[in-house]
């Protein structure tokens, strides 16, 4: 399965965005890490792909103070490193990851 650079882009963005939700959510470790695989594998699902839904959710269930706005400036800036790592690291171990996730859906 070949994934697309904007693909992988995404599925950096998404995890990273998935720990950064976690830390806010005060969840870490292990369990940071599986919630943020879970926003990783929504890339590649259609159903399960509205981030910012679901961050809004978790956030406003555990009265976590945030607006769209300010989750989407993070996501917005997520997106640019996500995209900057894609151009400068190809074959890296989050495209590894990333294959692993896609997958798991097939």
Do not use: C
Not at 2 to 29: C, F, P, V, Y
Not at 52 to 70: H, K, M, N, P, T
């Amino acid at each position: 399965m070949t994934i697309s650079d904007e693909r992988k882009q995404m599925i950096r963005r998404n995890k990273r965005l998935g720990l950064w939700a976690a830390e806010k959510l005060g969840i870490s470790g292990r369990d940071a890490e599986t919630y943020s695989d879970a926003f990783a594998l929504g890339t590649l699902d259609p159903e399960h792909s509205d981030v910012l839904r679901r961050i809004r959710r978790d956030f406003d269930a555990a009265g976590i103070v945030q607006s769209d706005e300010q989750i989407l400036a993070v996501m917005n800036e997520l997106w640019l490193q996500a995209g900057d790592q894609t151009r400068s690291a190809p074959g890296s171990a989050i495209d590894a990851a990333a294959v692993m996730l896609a997958r798991k859906l097939s």
